[in-house]
């Protein structure tokens, strides 16, 4: 289970950590970087004629950059168990189908701090964005840095063939879940998620209301 602490401030018997300092700028950079990576790669093909090459790389490097240090943070400091999909999860999910079915009275029961279909949705596009970075990171091989030197011969063509396909499907299904991503952050009542991805902070009542507080423990600590 995770424990966050009460926001130190005039306000911190009514806010709950839900996102710290860290977290969001990793997540903001990661979707800058992403953003500038689609821009890059599909406005071309649309069209729209640039210098894409350059900043394409460059915001790639930056994505594997930030992904590393989220790795580094999420297996060191951050509590790995929050995001683990467990029996709890799916009886949740059955129990929230039939509710939303009619199939069943019973309301189902509030989830930790990530509900079955963030926990999902996380393991997806990070298997994605791991799948563009690999494949991205054979690619820069194919062009001239300041930093080496461009060898098109390193792989066949073939295995070339293989790499570009792989790097392509992967940056539709990116698209595709950013798209996702952005209708629910904007939906009225998920609104308050996406504050607390800006702010940090939900409020205690929608902590209660949302979440399970036996399966997402906080505590209160004033002198942080």
């Not at 998620?193 to 507080?213: K, V």
Request: net charge positive; aromatic share 10%; with cysteine.
């Amino acid at each position: 289970m995770n424990s966050q602490p009460i926001q130190d401030t005039k306000d911190s018997d009514n806010i709950v950590i839900r996102h710290k300092i860290p977290d969001r700028i990793y997540h903001w950079i990661m979707a800058t970087a992403v953003i500038v990576l689609l821009a890059t790669a599909f406005l071309p093909i649309a069209g729209l004629k640039f210098p894409w090459v350059t900043v394409h790389w460059i915001a790639g490097v930056i994505l594997c950059v930030i992904v590393i240090v989220h790795i580094v943070r999420a297996l060191i400091w951050q509590d790995r168990a929050s995001m683990n999909i467990g029996l709890s999860d799916i009886k949740h999910a059955q129990q929230a189908f039939k509710w939303v079915l009619r199939t069943s009275k019973q309301q189902p029961n509030r989830p930790g701090k990530y509900p079955l279909l963030q926990k999902l949705y996380h393991h997806g596009i990070a298997a994605i964005v791991l799948l563009l970075i690999a494949t991205g990171g054979l690619m820069l091989a194919k062009i001239d840095t300041p930093f080496w030197q461009r060898n098109p011969y390193m792989l066949s063509a073939e295995t070339w063939g293989y790499i570009y396909v792989l790097h392509d499907l992967a940056a539709m299904a990116v698209l595709a879940l950013l798209m996702i991503h952005i209708y629910f952050a904007i939906r009225p009542e998920k609104l308050w998620i996406t504050r607390s991805m800006i702010l940090g902070w939900i409020t205690r009542q929608e902590y209660h209301d949302n979440h399970d507080p036996e399966a997402w423990v906080i505590e209160t600590d004033k002198s942080k």
